[in-house]
C-alpha cells in the first residue's frame, strides 16, 4: 500500500480545503471504514495522538501520520505541496535511523467524512505509513537503566560519526544561524500570555542567552570549521526513542527546517541531556554525558553545552506554549501545560548558573588493578564530573579505539615514555578546558610519578579548583589476581600485564607531605562505602555535592 515517491494529483480537482475541511478529515481517519479490510483489528480501535503539528493515527500493526496545515513560523505547512514535500523529507530522514519502522506515504483519497487510504481518485492528503510499536517501549515511558543510557550513548556517537559535515559555504552552524532559533523562541513564547513571572523569567534568559552567544561566537566559528556541523536528528529526547526489539531506535527526526536540523552534534546531546534532567534522572543524565564524550572524544562540546541546553529547555517550553495558544484544551491539560512550561523556563535558568560553581580536580592514583576506573565510574554519578581516563585517551591520541588491541609491548609502540608524556599533556590540556566550563574533572591514571601530580595540582590552583588526591591501595597479589583477570575478559581499555604492574610496583614515588595533605587513602579490598569518600572529598577540597 505504501507509496514511496507519489505526486499529488493535478488532474482531478478535489473539493477538499485544509483550511476549512481538515477537522472533517481527522475525524473521518478515525472510522475503521478508512483503511484497508483487515487492517484494523477485531475491535475498531483507531488510537488518535495529537500534537502541536501533526496527528497519528495507529491502526492495527501500522502507524499513519498525518501533517496540520498549519504555519508558526518555525515551520509551513500550510500548502498541499509542503505538506507533501516535508513527507517525503521525513521518509529520508529517519530511514538513516529506523529504516525498519519508516515504510512510505500512503494517498488518502475519498472525501473529509469518508476518506479512504491507497484508492484511486483525487488526493486529499498524504500520511506517512510506519510500522507501529508499542507507545509503552518509547522512553518517556520506560524505566531507563544504565546499561540503556550506555547504549543510547554509543548509538548517538556513531551516528554522529557517521554524517558528513556541513559544506563550508553553507548557511549552516554560522553562529548567526545558531542564534535565530534562538530568539524565535523567545519572540513564540512571549506571543503567548503565560504571566508576568514567565515573562520576567523570559527576560532574564533572553539577556544572559545574547551574552552567552557573543561569548561564545569565536568558539561556536571553531567547532564549525572543525566539522561538528552535521545533520542531525535534530529533536533527539526520550519521546522520539524507542525500543524495538530490545535496541534503542531514533526516530521523528525533525523535517521542516532544514537549520535546525543542520546543527553542532553538542546541540543535540544538550537536548537529550535536558530532557533527562527534566525526569529528574540526573544521575543517568551525567553517565550518557560522560559515555558519549568518551566514545566521540568531542569534550569540547562542553563549552557550548549551557547555551544549547538553555535553548533545548526552550524549545520544549515553546511547544507548550503553541499548544496553550491553539485553544483546544481542557482546563486540566491547560493548568499542566502552564505548569510544565514554567518548569522548563525553570530548569532553562538552572543552566545559566554552572559555570558560576567552583569546580574540582580530581586525581586516582594507583596501580594498575587498584580499582581506580570502577571508583571514578561510580563518582562521575554522584558529581558533576567528567571522567578523563588516561588508557582510552592514549589510544585515541594514537588512532586506535577504546577497547583495540593494540599489540604493543610494554615500553614500546603506544607504551614509550614519549607517548606517556604525549597523554599526560592530552589530559592536562582537557582537564584545564573543562574546569572553565564549570565542571569536575576527574583524571584515571596512575599518577605514580610525583612530576606528574606536581603538574595537575599547579593546575588547580591556577584555576581556582578544588584539589583532591584520591589514592587506591590493595596488596600486589590482589592486584596480580584483578590484572589477570581484566585481562582474560578481554574487555577493559587497558592493555596492562603482570609485567607492567611489576615495574609500576617497583618504580612508583610516595607521596610528599604535602600531596598526604590533599590525599584520600582508599583501601579497594573491601568495597568503598561511596558516602565516606564523597564526605571526605567535601573535606579535602572545601566543596559539598550540591556545590
Given at each position: 500500500?505504501?507509496?514511496?515517491?507519489?505526486?499529488?494529483?493535478?488532474?482531478?480537482?478535489?473539493?477538499?480545503?485544509?483550511?476549512?475541511?481538515?477537522?472533517?478529515?481527522?475525524?473521518?481517519?478515525?472510522?475503521?471504514?478508512?483503511?484497508?479490510?483487515?487492517?484494523?483489528?477485531?475491535?475498531?480501535?483507531?488510537?488518535?495522538?495529537?500534537?502541536?503539528?501533526?496527528?497519528?493515527?495507529?491502526?492495527?500493526?501500522?502507524?499513519?501520520?498525518?501533517?496540520?496545515?498549519?504555519?508558526?513560523?518555525?515551520?509551513?505547512?500550510?500548502?498541499?505541496?509542503?505538506?507533501?514535500?516535508?513527507?517525503?523529507?521525513?521518509?529520508?530522514?529517519?530511514?538513516?535511523?529506523?529504516?525498519?519502522?519508516?515504510?512510505?506515504?500512503?494517498?488518502?483519497?475519498?472525501?473529509?467524512?469518508?476518506?479512504?487510504?491507497?484508492?484511486?481518485?483525487?488526493?486529499?492528503?498524504?500520511?506517512?505509513?510506519?510500522?507501529?510499536?508499542?507507545?509503552?517501549?518509547?522512553?518517556?515511558?520506560?524505566?531507563?537503566?544504565?546499561?540503556?543510557?550506555?547504549?543510547?550513548?554509543?548509538?548517538?556517537?556513531?551516528?554522529?560519526?557517521?554524517?558528513?559535515?556541513?559544506?563550508?559555504?553553507?548557511?549552516?552552524?554560522?553562529?548567526?544561524?545558531?542564534?535565530?532559533?534562538?530568539?524565535?523562541?523567545?519572540?513564540?513564547?512571549?506571543?503567548?500570555?503565560?504571566?508576568?513571572?514567565?515573562?520576567?523569567?523570559?527576560?532574564?534568559?533572553?539577556?544572559?542567552?545574547?551574552?552567552?552567544?557573543?561569548?561564545?561566537?569565536?568558539?561556536?566559528?571553531?567547532r564549525r570549521a572543525a566539522g561538528r556541523v552535521r545533520e542531525c536528528h535534530g529533536d533527539l529526547h526520550r519521546g522520539n526513542i524507542a525500543l524495538v526489539k530490545g535496541e534503542p531506535l531514533f526516530?521523528?527526526?525533525?523535517?521542516?527546517?532544514?537549520?535546525?536540523?543542520?546543527?553542532?552534534?553538542?546541540?543535540?546531546?544538550?537536548?537529550?541531556?535536558?530532557?533527562?534532567?527534566?525526569?529528574?534522572?540526573?544521575?543517568?543524565?551525567?553517565?550518557?554525558?560522560?559515555?558519549?564524550?568518551?566514545?566521540s572524544g568531542d569534550y569540547e562540546a562542553l563549552q557550548v553545552l549551557d547555551l544549547y541546553q538553555v535553548y533545548r529547555a526552550l524549545v520544549r517550553a515553546k511547544v507548550l506554549a503553541i499548544r496553550?495558544?491553539?485553544?483546544?484544551?481542557?482546563?486540566?491539560?491547560?493548568?499542566?501545560?502552564?505548569?510544565?512550561?514554567a518548569a522548563y523556563l525553570a530548569l532553562a535558568q538552572s543552566y545559566t548558573r554552572l559555570r558560576e560553581r567552583r569546580p574540582r580536580l580530581l586525581l586516582t592514583c594507583g596501580l594498575s588493578g587498584?580499582?581506580?576506573?570502577?571508583?571514578?565510574?561510580?563518582?562521575?554519578?554522584?558529581?558533576?564530573?567528567?571522567?578523563?581516563?588516561?588508557?582510552?585517551?592514549?589510544?585515541?591520541?594514537?588512532?586506535?579505539?577504546?577497547?583495540?588491541?593494540?599489540?604493543?609491548?610494554?615500553?614500546?609502540?603506544?607504551?614509550?615514555?614519549?607517548?606517556?608524556?604525549?597523554?599526560?599533556?592530552?589530559?592536562?590540556?582537557?582537564?584545564?578546558?573543562?574546569?572553565?566550563?564549570?565542571?569536575?574533572?576527574?583524571?584515571?591514571?596512575?599518577?605514580?610519578?610525583?612530576?606528574?601530580?606536581?603538574?595537575?595540582?599547579?593546575?588547580?590552583?591556577?584555576?581556582?579548583?578544588?584539589?583532591?588526591?584520591?589514592?587506591?591501595?590493595?596488596?600486589?597479589?590482589?592486584?596480580?589476581?584483578?590484572?589477570?583477570?581484566?585481562?582474560?575478559?578481554?574487555?577493559?581499555?587497558?592493555?596492562?600485564?603482570?609485567?607492567?604492574?611489576?615495574?609500576?610496583?617497583?618504580?612508583?614515588?610516595?607521596?610528599?607531605?604535602?600531596?598526604?595533605?590533599?590525599?584520600?587513602?582508599?583501601?579497594?579490598?573491601?568495597?568503598?562505602?561511596?558516602?565516606?569518600?564523597?564526605?571526605?572529598?567535601?573535606?579535602?577540597?572545601?566543596?559539598?555535592?550540591?556545590?
Amino acid at each position: 500500500m505504501a507509496n514511496p515517491s507519489p505526486d499529488l494529483d493535478r488532474d482531478s480537482p478535489s473539493p477538499y480545503e485544509a483550511s476549512r475541511d481538515f477537522p472533517r478529515l481527522v475525524a473521518g481517519l478515525r472510522r475503521p471504514a478508512a483503511y484497508p479490510p483487515g487492517l484494523v483489528g477485531p475491535d475498531g480501535t483507531i488510537e488518535h495522538l495529537e500534537t502541536h503539528i501533526s496527528h497519528v493515527f495507529l491502526v492495527g500493526d501500522r502507524a499513519y501520520k498525518l501533517k496540520k496545515p498549519v504555519n508558526l513560523g518555525f515551520l509551513d505547512f500550510s500548502t498541499a505541496e509542503r505538506r507533501l514535500e516535508f513527507c517525503r523529507e521525513e521518509l529520508r530522514l529517519n530511514r538513516r535511523l529506523a529504516p525498519e519502522l519508516y515504510l512510505g506515504l500512503v494517498a488518502v483519497t475519498g472525501t473529509p467524512d469518508q476518506p479512504r487510504l491507497g484508492r484511486d481518485g483525487p488526493v486529499l492528503e498524504y500520511l506517512v505509513e510506519m510500522r507501529r510499536f508499542d507507545q509503552r517501549d518509547r522512553l518517556d515511558h520506560c524505566v531507563l537503566t544504565p546499561e540503556l543510557i550506555d547504549r543510547l550513548a554509543t548509538r548517538l556517537a556513531a551516528f554522529h560519526a557517521g554524517l558528513p559535515p556541513a559544506a563550508a559555504d553553507s548557511p549552516y552552524g554560522t553562529p548567526e544561524a545558531v542564534l535565530a532559533p534562538m530568539q524565535e523562541n523567545f519572540r513564540q513564547i512571549r506571543a503567548r500570555s503565560l504571566g508576568e513571572e514567565c515573562q520576567a523569567g523570559l527576560d532574564r534568559l533572553e539577556a544572559w542567552t545574547l551574552a552567552r552567544w557573543q561569548a561564545l561566537t569565536p568558539v561556536l566559528a571553531q567547532r564549525r570549521a572543525a566539522g561538528r556541523v552535521r545533520e542531525c536528528h535534530g529533536d533527539l529526547h526520550r519521546g522520539n526513542i524507542a525500543l524495538v526489539k530490545g535496541e534503542p531506535l531514533f526516530f521523528d527526526a525533525l523535517e521542516f527546517a532544514p537549520h535546525l536540523r543542520w546543527i553542532d552534534t553538542a546541540s543535540e546531546l544538550a537536548f537529550l541531556l535536558m530532557d533527562l534532567q527534566e525526569a529528574g534522572e540526573e544521575v543517568l543524565a551525567r553517565r550518557l554525558l560522560n559515555a558519549y564524550l568518551a566514545e566521540s572524544g568531542d569534550y569540547e562540546a562542553l563549552q557550548v553545552l549551557d547555551l544549547y541546553q538553555v535553548y533545548r529547555a526552550l524549545v520544549r517550553a515553546k511547544v507548550l506554549a503553541i499548544r496553550l495558544g491553539q485553544g483546544d484544551l481542557t482546563d486540566e491539560e491547560s493548568a499542566a501545560d502552564h505548569q510544565a512550561c514554567a518548569a522548563y523556563l525553570a530548569l532553562a535558568q538552572s543552566y545559566t548558573r554552572l559555570r558560576e560553581r567552583r569546580p574540582r580536580l580530581l586525581l586516582t592514583c594507583g596501580l594498575s588493578g587498584s580499582g581506580k576506573s570502577w571508583l571514578a565510574s561510580r563518582l562521575r554519578e554522584a558529581l558533576p564530573l567528567i571522567h578523563l581516563r588516561s588508557d582510552v585517551e592514549r589510544k585515541r591520541l594514537f588512532g586506535f579505539a577504546a577497547e583495540e588491541r593494540t599489540g604493543s609491548p610494554t615500553d614500546g609502540g603506544i607504551y614509550t615514555p614519549e607517548a606517556g608524556a604525549r597523554t599526560y599533556d592530552r589530559l592536562r590540556e582537557l582537564a584545564g578546558m573543562i574546569l572553565g566550563c564549570g565542571y569536575d574533572v576527574l583524571v584515571d591514571a596512575t599518577f605514580l610519578r610525583r612530576e606528574q601530580r606536581q603538574v595537575f595540582r599547579a593546575l588547580a590552583a591556577d584555576r581556582g579548583a578544588g584539589f583532591a588526591l584520591l589514592v587506591l591501595e590493595a596488596p600486589i597479589e590482589v592486584l596480580r589476581a584483578r590484572v589477570n583477570a581484566r585481562l582474560a575478559v578481554g574487555a577493559d581499555p587497558s592493555e596492562a600485564g603482570l609485567a607492567v604492574l611489576e615495574r609500576q610496583f617497583r618504580g612508583q614515588e610516595a607521596l610528599d607531605e604535602a600531596e598526604r595533605s590533599q590525599a584520600l587513602v582508599i583501601d579497594t579490598t573491601h568495597p568503598p562505602v561511596m558516602e565516606d569518600i564523597l564526605a571526605g572529598l567535601g573535606r579535602l577540597t572545601g566543596l559539598g555535592l550540591d556545590e
